[in-house]
């Protein structure tokens, strides 16, 4: 897609503009052709046909992508008239680039012929309610900002076919570029009419108000008052707590700050905002004549899965969904409420999930999320949070990543898709060839970024950074096989033979495998997974995995995968009940991030216990 990108004459950060466009159609399929940084709404005469549209940006960071929407349905023969409202953001964080120019570009296509586009005269104009956010910030982590809009109601109707924009100025062509604009890789996204909330509850003048569960939900409101009253709009997730090691900070999600107008007016803020409630401070002076709010979310079903044969297998099993699908948006996020990276070890935790339990048009976004890990690599190294600025290099996430367990593997076992293999085959050797072997036949500790391999306490890092590099060899070994790539095959097999031998030589003991005075249920489990853990050897395992609880919910999912693997799945359903029971018990309709309230109230690497529900034997 080639087109002239048009913005407003003045260009800022955090800018919303109007653009409008009128053009005939006498009938015929007709496709519209969009890109923009950062997010857009689309109206064709005067109805919203998309909300939130524009990915973030992606597939690398030169690069972007456009919408394709088939229009038809909405038009009408003779003259129609689109209208965009883009919001640039011009920030970063876990999940997006700055491309540094503002913009829409658009083509509108019956067939071959181009019904109009942004090289004709588009009108455009800098919409004058929305202003520059308001203190405290949002965090950082993620892009967008506080939506801040002053009440005017002339601009009420400015996005229908009979408004008057005779007035309004032509848009300019910017001098940027975007680089190789892909074609959108995933559905749009799905949003539905106002609602209104299960309940409301007043207090002073706050009203909370109550979501059927958690959700991605835009407030609206109608209200009766005098000018200039400010009213706060935020969820009862706008404050969100770090994560295990982190917990002593706070980070501040978006809101919305809404100042009236005179008389009777309605508003519905044109993002997303996450929670379970939504909470709006009202002036005394206003009167609130009714509050509601628009859903939206990743376009996508839930497939028939399970019957839980009691209520907590129910609600563990609708918690763990919910979580899953909340966490799915441009990319699939961590939590949406904190940073939405796309932290590639959490991927493989809903890798198996998204097959289990949703459709098929849940799998595009698997695949995207690989294309980014694999073209946004830093030279050889395989990152994590991309798309984003702030990539990170946690080697033991990627190396999950790129092993039998991982998101690539569980992608192509499920789809067959020898395409992804043949892209994803020469970076993953390239990224294990980082790693050093020492004198013992171990691998050196590669840092990367982040030396990690789950939060908290007994961790046995090299046991788990060698079983899980073990992992990522036979992952990588298969798909060379699969192929016929035969060079790749003597390196990969003489390193695997030398850890597997390494590791039992050095690591395993009377009581399962360790490396000192540590005795951990990750890395026993990891090396059980790897299948370097002999048959002969489960039952000590098995006892670690039994009496050890010190892993987040994200390893966790491993080890009970290994219980599993052992054959042993009444132990593996009875280790999720004691784990899992305090994340059902409690009030919030998704899973937080550690089995103690630590961090978000959810999070994606949490719902991994599906999969033992999921489970036929049990």
């Known amino acids: 897609m080639k087109y002239p990108i048009l913005w407003d004459q003045q260009a800022f950060k955090n800018q919303w503009v109007c653009f409008r466009k009128k053009f005939v159609c006498n009938g015929g399929e007709v496709i519209l052709q969009a890109a923009v940084d950062s997010k857009y709404v689309l109206y064709v005469n005067g109805e919203m046909v998309v909300f939130d549209g524009g990915l973030n940006r992606g597939p690398d960071a030169s690069s972007g992508y456009y919408d394709e929407v088939d229009i038809t349905s909405y038009l009408r023969t003779g003259e129609n008239t689109l209208a965009f409202l883009v919001w640039y953001w011009g920030n970063e964080g876990r999940c997006n680039y700055d491309s540094g120019v503002p913009g829409l570009s658009f083509a509108v296509l019956q067939g071959a012929l181009i019904l109009c586009s942004s090289s004709d005269d588009v009108k455009c104009c800098t919409h004058p309610c929305y202003g520059q956010s308001l203190p405290p910030l949002p965090s950082y982590l993620y892009g967008g900002d506080n939506i801040t809009y002053y009440a005017n109601s002339a601009w009420a109707d400015w996005y229908k076919a009979d408004y008057d924009d005779s007035a309004w100025p032509v848009a300019v062509v910017q ?12 559905p749009q996204f799905y949003f539905t009419q106002v609602r209104p909330y299960e309940h409301v509850a007043q207090d002073g003048e706050y009203y909370i108000c109550d979501l059927p569960k958690a959700a991605h939900v835009s407030p609206y409101l109608k209200v009766v008052g005098p000018e200039n009253q400010r009213i706060d709009i935020r969820t009862d ?7 295990p090691g982190d917990s002593h900070h706070t980070y501040n999600s978006q809101r919305v700050d809404y100042f009236t107008t005179q ?23 206003v009167q609130v004549l009714e509050l509601g709010y628009m859903e939206s979310g990743y376009d996508c079903g839930v497939i028939p899965h399970y019957n839980g044969k009691d209520a907590f297998e129910q609600k563990l099993m609708e918690k763990c969904i919910n979580t899953l699908r909340v966490c799915m948006r441009d990319n699939f996020m961590d ?19 998204v097959f289990a339990v949703l459709d098929e048009r849940a799998v595009p976004l698997m695949k995207k999320a690989i294309y980014d890990f694999i073209r946004m690599r830093r030279g050889a190294a395989l990152c994590g949070n991309v798309p984003g600025v702030c990539t990170s290099e946690l080697p033991s996430q990627s190396l999950v990543s790129i092993g039998k367990y991982g998101m690539i593997a569980e992608y192509f076992r499920h789809t067959g ?10 970076p993953m050797v390239d990224y294990v060839k980082l790693w050093e072997m020492d004198d013992q036949g171990l691998v050196v500790p590669r840092h990367g970024d982040w030396y990690w391999f789950d939060h908290l306490d007994n961790i046995d890092a090299p046991v788990l950074e060698n079983c899980i590099y073990y992992c990522a060899l036979d992952f990588i070994c298969e798909t060379a096989q699969l192929l016929g790539r035969q060079e790749h095959m003597a390196f990969l097999t003489q390193r695997m033979a030398t850890i597997k031998q390494a590791v039992r030589t050095h690591f ?26 002999q048959p002969e050897e489960y039952e000590r395992i098995r006892k670690v995995l039994m009496s050890q609880y010190y892993c987040t919910p994200y390893m966790e999912y491993f080890v009970l995968k290994a219980l599993m693997d052992m054959g042993f ?9 004691k784990r899992y029971t305090p994340l059902v018990e409690n009030e919030n309709s998704t899973l937080w991030e550690d089995f103690d309230i630590l961090g978000t109230h959810n999070h994606a690497w949490s719902g991994g216990a599906m999969m033992v529900l999921c489970q036929d034997s049990l």
């Open 175 to 186: 001098k940027g570029s975007w680089g190789n604009l892909e074609k959108r890789p995933i």
């Open 237 to 243: 997730r706008y404050e969100v707590h770090g994560g």
């Open 263 to 285: 008389g009777e007016q309605e508003f519905l803020a044109l993002y997303w905002y996450f929670g379970e409630k939504v909470i709006y401070h009202v002036p005394a002076d």
């Open 335 to 353: 939590c949406p409420d904190r940073e939405r990276g796309q932290w590639i070890g959490d991927v493989s935790v809903q890798a198996p999930q």
């Open 417 to 426: 898709d020898r395409e992804i293999l043949s892209f994803c085959l020469e």
């Open 508 to 533: 395993l003991q009377e009581d399962g495998y360790r490396s000192g005075e540590a005795l951990d249920e990750r890395a026993n489990a990891w090396a059980m997974r790897s299948g370097i853990a």
């Open 569 to 577: 799945y009444q132990d593996a359903y009875a280790r999720m009940v």
